[in-house]
């Protein structure tokens, strides 16, 4: 999993084993190649979208998304939010790390 932000147009890769990213309203995050990342949004709310998925995802606090396509994920924060992002075999409805 590469995670890059991109809010202010310069890249930056985050190679954690299961980071915490917290957002502004508007910030965004952009995943390449992810499928199997879950993302846990801890507080706020979040907006995803997936490349090869026509379908977008609002995912709440204490909800969880599971990436299920490779390609570029993007994830904008509707309003200061905190997310988690796992690897693993974790239930997309599971916010359990």
Known sequence: MH?????????MQLQLK???IALQTGQVVTLDDARGT??????????????????????GPGEALLVAHNGRTVVQALQSSWIS??????????PQE
């Open 3 to 11: 995670a890059t932000h991109s809010s202010t147009g310069t890249g």
């Open 18 to 20: 299961a980071p915490s």
């Open 38 to 59: 879950r993302i846990v949004t801890r507080i706020g709310r979040v907006w995803v979208t997936e490349e090869g998925d026509n379908r977008d995802h609002v995912v």
């Open 85 to 94: 992002l796992a690897d693993g075999p974790g239930a997309a409805n599971d």
